[in-house]
């Protein structure tokens, strides 16, 4: 186990010296991405003090749960709201209004679309209200970018380089003089700011840049020379945070050369650009080569502390990572519904490939992939508007998996496609090609990637022994740990894994024990006390089956059997839409991959009645016999699906107290040309458009459903199932009123669907 160190002390990592090595230490180094300096040691962090990260930790061989248990809530009611009232407009905004296709063909944003994200204010997400911008969160900010990620990245990219990173510096470490002089011209998009740190000598091994920036005599402004390559917006922007060597004298007189931060504008002369690059995808950004010549820079443009260049770089790019998950998440969701629809409407062999195991299982792990994403970006984005002061290792490895996952989804998805996939018109090879960058930018995974990935140990000792293969490897390796690739890789690996688990089992949790998702198979299996779960985090997610040979991964009898148990889900799969119920497919796929829960076997539904439901199309239920989901069980599926033949199949599953599960189906002529659809009033919000029920507790008055593109979780007042109905007539409300009211349930906010909005596409 690794030895604790106090704050300011700083431990040897020379051979097997008597203080053991510091993991930590080398964490920083690696994760950072750039933090190597040139002669091969270690640069000087400052003292390690004790950390909360729960990434940090595991390097020590210690559990420390606090930031991801419980999954973090951070947004209040009012900010949920104005979340919304963006979302919204936004996400209508890019349906309607830009045309990726276009964009790649012009190779720069439409101009229409650049107006209209002008006015949308999406050049300033994240600068203060004060200073002309929208002021959000970290976490609503990461809403945001997940929109963008769903519809073009080549936008996103624009739009990220130029906040995330160009003018983040001025946010972070600028004075307020600077942000006033700066921010509001950025926050309209008016000016554009771009990131320069990567030089021709220098991609990832930050620290051996070349560009020199040089006091003047008179001490008023910097002579700044040198050239950055790749630079996003470098061919558009006005505004650079660029990075270069200054001499500093030491106190022993020695003059030395560190990296300092300047704010550089175009208009100062000398700043040049070359011509756009050429490249594999996101073709609408502009990449280009940024160079300066001789450019006299106001020693008051100076960002940051003189020297400290390096930190500001490294805290813009770890601020800058979450967003790259979170926008990545909403790619991953929109493939994912293409591949979702294409397999229910495409027939081979007489069946729809929706039916056929293999698609089955690639949708499964699709949704899974993309399930974890979306968990790490939102509790990194919490991590941070909570203060949290060391989140950088969970923000890398939020962009290694974001990163790899989407890559993984969308080339998953062609498959799922087939021909159609690999063709224009499906928009999917448009998507792949612009997702390859990903792994590479803003630190390439490879490098991002640290230490060696634990095999060969038992499950419940991984964590523990994580910590001491750590050790072991600093003793036997000391600072050439750092060549040692082939292991840091897999231990890299291992915490990626691990780190994903928690944030899984977190969400599911919080949920669970809140009621904003009851009714699903998993949660009604899952056990809700925290204590238990934070303590079978140590043995759940299987290293030693995930990581060493994809054989090892092949499961035994007892999990395929609870694979099989999950089947009745798989029609459901492959429905439009219905992301939620790919969400708990790949909780059971991902955990019994990894023979994680010893659930035990999930007993078939057995038909429980078949009955006659023609009378309920395109009226209200007034029933004389009420169906088993308006019982005390909680109903686990309500699912809607029109039939060749025009008729609706209904079933409705219901979960009991004992565990048992109930179910009841039947057929109905359909009543018009749309599927049934749930009408319900609540807190929040309500789409308009036809969708499918996946969950509902009527007891508790809370229900997850999905649109054709989207899900989300909301708290509920009553529930009542129609067809799609002309103008309802105030007796056929009253009346369901008092079925309802007969059922103890509250019906004084019911409000008409017509004023209920559509929710978040998340």
């Known amino acids: 186990m690794a030895a604790s160190t106090r704050a300011g002390q700083r431990p040897s990592v020379e051979g097997c010296g008597s203080q053991a090595p510091q993991p930590i230490l080398l964490i920083i180094v690696w994760f950072s991405g750039v933090m190597v300096a040139p002669e091969g040691h270690i640069r000087d962090l400052g003292p390690i003090v004790e950390s909360t990260s729960f990434v940090m930790n595991l390097f020590n061989g210690k559990l420390v749960p606090d930031n991801v ?11 949920m709201q104005f979340l919304q009232a963006l979302v919204d407009p936004c996400t209508r905004f890019f349906k309607e209004v830009n045309d990726p296709v276009e964009n790649e063909k012009l190779e720069s944003i439409e101009k229409t679309t650049l ?14 209200e004060e200073l002309g911008g929208v002021g959000l969160t970290n976490t609503q900010y990461a809403r945001m970018v997940e929109v963008v990620g769903v519809h073009d990245l080549g936008v996103g990219i624009s739009l990220g380089a130029h906040q995330s990173i160009g003018f983040k510096g001025i946010l972070l470490f600028g004075t307020q003089s600077q942000k006033e002089k700066y921010l509001p011209k950025l926050a309209s ?36 020379n040198g050239g950055k390559i790749w630079i996003s917006n470098g061919g558009i922007a006005e505004i650079f945070t660029v990075f270069a060597k200054t001499p500093i004298k030491q106190p022993t007189g020695e003059v030395k050369d560190k990296i300092s931060a300047f704010i550089v504008e175009r208009a100062f002369g000398g700043v040049t650009s070359g011509p756009p690059e050429k490249k594999m995808g996101i073709k609408c950004s502009n990449t280009a080569e940024v160079h300066f010549d001789n450019v006299k820079v106001p020693a008051e443009n100076l960002l940051g502390e003189l020297g400290k260049g390096f930190l500001v770089a490294m805290n813009i790019l770890n601020n800058g990572r979450f967003g790259m998950a979170s926008a990545l998440a909403g790619t991953m969701r929109g493939v994912i519904v293409k591949a979702v629809d294409h397999a229910a409407n495409r027939k081979q062999f007489g069946d729809k490939i929706s039916n056929y195991g293999a698609i089955q299982e690639k949708v499964a792990r699709m949704a899974m992939l993309h399930y974890v994403t979306e968990s790490m970006a939102y509790v990194v984005s919490a991590n941070m508007d909570m203060k949290v002061p060391d989140y950088m290792l969970e923000a890398a490895i939020s962009k290694i998996f974001a990163s790899e996952a989407a890559w993984h989804v969308t080339d998953e998805c062609i498959q799922v496609l087939g021909g159609m996939g690999y063709m224009q018109e499906a928009g999917v090879e448009r998507v792949l090609r612009d997702l390859r960058i990903f ?19 038992e499950v419940t000792r991984a964590i523990d022994l994580f910590g001491e293969a750590i050790e072991s490897l600093l003793l036997k390796y000391g600072e050439k740990v750092i060549d040692e690739q082939f292991h840091l890789k897999r231990v890299a690996d291992a915490a990626i894994d691990i780190y994903g688990m928690a944030v899984v089992i977190s969400r599911y949790v919080r949920l669970a024990e809140e009621s904003e998702c009851l009714g699903t198979v998993f949660l009604a299996w899952l056990p809700t006390d925290p204590p238990r779960l934070r303590k079978a985090l140590v043995g759940t997610w299987c290293l030693c089956r995930r990581v060493p040979t994809p054989v090892a991964c092949l499961p035994q009898r007892p999990v395929q059997s609870e694979w099989r148990s999950g089947s009745h889900l798989h029609p459901q799969v492959t429905m439009p839409g219905t992301l939620a119920q790919l969400s708990v497919l790949f909780s059971l796929l991902h955990i019994t991959e990894g023979q994680t829960f010893s659930w035990g076997p999930c007993p078939d539904p057995p038909v429980q009645e078949n009955f006659d439901v023609t009378k309920y199309v395109g009226k209200w239920y007034e029933i004389e016999k009420l169906p088993a989901s308006f019982e005390k069980g909680i109903c686990i599926q309500a699912n809607y699906s029109l039939k060749e033949n025009g008729k609706i199949k209904v079933i409705n599953q219901e979960l009991l107290s004992d565990g048992r599960i109930n179910q009841i189906e039947g057929e109905a002529v359909q009543a018009d040309d749309e599927l049934a659809k749930l009408g319900v009033s609540f807190y929040w919000f309500m789409p308009s458009s036809p969708y499918w ?5 009527y007891e508790n008055y809370s229900m997850v459903y999905s649109c054709t593109t989207f899900i989300w979780l909301f708290h509920v007042e009553y ?12 007796e056929t409300v009253e009346r369901l009123k008092n079925l309802l009211r007969s059922y103890k349930i509250d019906t004084e906010k019911m409000r008409p669907t017509d004023q209920i909005n559509c929710p978040p596409e998340m």
């Open 439 to 457: 792994r590479i930018f803003e630190g390439t995974n490879d490098i991002l990637r640290l230490f060696v990935a634990l095999t060969g140990v």
């Open 69 to 79: 248990f419980p999954f973090p809530s951070v947004l209040s009611m009012e900010q």
């Open 189 to 224: 998009g008016e000016t554009i700011a771009a990131f320069c740190l990567t030089e021709p000598s220098s991609g990832s091994d930050a620290a051996s840049i070349k560009t020199l920036a040089e006091l003047s005599e008179c001490g008023k402004f910097y002579t700044l």
């Open 693 to 697: 029920v996946l969950s509902t507790d």
């Open 719 to 730: 529930a009542w199932i129609l067809s799609r109905t002309p103008q309802l007539q105030p």
């Open 115 to 128: 107006a209209g994200l002008k006015e949308m204010g999406a050049f300033g997400l994240q600068v203060p």
